[in-house]
């Protein structure tokens, strides 16, 4: 496959080398670099001169380079045009990603070996936008926590190390009491602020093991990996305890709080698809019996 810049004459095609916005590195077949152009070399935090000799592979983040070393191999193998993403490391120590499309260029008739093209390009800001993207699709935009979707992953993942581990599972539903009578007599915006300052006072008693997600206007649910009974109900009197504190809103407004909370718990070395649904029903149940109660 010939590259549009092999058609133009050789002072050109350096003009083009030095000039290029994005990073280019020539590498022998062994991957070793001849020649960087200063876009890569400002990349890398590198100059030229220092990249000269350095084997392409080294500058791979260590996480990635068994990928690169493979699609290197087969670049080799196929000779042809290959583009994968990877991270590079910065001489700062600093971790770019990138996308790298390299070519195979045969020996020309002119005598040049055989060698690689590499056209690196830095994808940082495309990596960040994927990056929220994802977040958005799994968290609530009202409270930042995960939604049911994520909610349902680390669920099954708790069951799923369960069944490993043969460690208890614990599941807890709670539910803000009164909050369509907040809504009704203060507005929607104040009952979006109880969201909001309810969702900080939970996820402030929870342990780094624990998933706390929004599943509905007003229902939330905690994720308790390797925690029986015990520690569920441990939780519970944590976050009631720091719930039942008025809540303070601006303007002077006070709006008391309460939640009602129930508990389900499944027992280690359960199968997770048969375990999920009996355990979210459990919670539930449990839920609507203790709001029953708090009402009576």
């Known amino acids: 496959m010939t590259d549009a810049a092999d058609t133009l ?30 876009a890569l070399a400002a990349m890398l935090a590198y100059t030229s001169e ?7 592979l080294d500058l791979v983040h260590p996480d990635n380079r068994q990928a690169a070393i493979e699609a290197f191999a087969e670049l080799l ?26 070519s195979w260029v045969p020996e020309t008739p002119e005598g040049d070996p055989p060698h690689v093209v590499a056209i690196v390009e830095d994808i940082t ?23 049911r979707a994520l909610f349902t992953d680390r669920l099954q993942h708790a ?8 460690t208890p599972t614990s599941l807890l539903g709670v539910d803000l009491d009164s909050f369509k009578t907040i809504n009704d007599v203060h507005g929607h915006p104040v009952g979006d ?28 649910s905690i994720v308790c990996e390797n925690s029986g009974r015990a ?22 407004l006070t709006i008391p709080l309460s939640i009602s909370i129930g508990i389900g718990t499944v027992e280690g070395g359960i199968d997770p698809e048969r375990a999920f649904g009996g355990l979210v029903r459990e919670a539930d149940d449990a839920m609507y019996v203790d709001k029953a109660a708090r009402r009576g």
């Not at 220092?50 to 392409?56: A, D, Q």
């Not at 910065?90 to 990603?97: E, I, K, N, T």
């Not at 969201?195 to 939330?220: H, M, P, Y």
């Open 159 to 166: 069951l799923e190390r369960g069944r490993r581990e043969r």
């Open 9 to 38: 004459p050789p002072a050109d095609r350096r003009s083009a080398f030095a000039n290029a916005p994005m990073g280019i590195a020539l590498a022998t077949p062994a991957g070793l670099i001849v020649d960087a152009n200063p």
């Open 231 to 252: 520690d569920a109900e441990a939780l519970a009197t944590r976050l009631r305890d720091r719930v039942n504190e008025p809540l303070q809103l601006a303007g002077g």
């Open 193 to 220: 602020a109880v969201l909001i300052a309810f969702a900080e006072r939970l996820t402030s008693v929870l342990r780094a093991s624990d998933t706390a997600a929004r599943v509905g206007g007003d229902e939330f």
């Open 125 to 147: 800001d495309r990596k960040r936008l994927e990056a929220a993207l994802v977040h958005r699709s799994l968290h609530d935009p009202l409270t930042g926590l995960p939604n």
């Open 50 to 56: 220092e990249l000269y000799g350095r084997s392409m």
């Open 77 to 102: 193998e196929e000779r042809k045009r290959m583009r994968h993403e990877t991270r590079l490391v910065r001489a700062d120590g600093g971790v770019v990603p990138v996308q790298v499309t390299s």
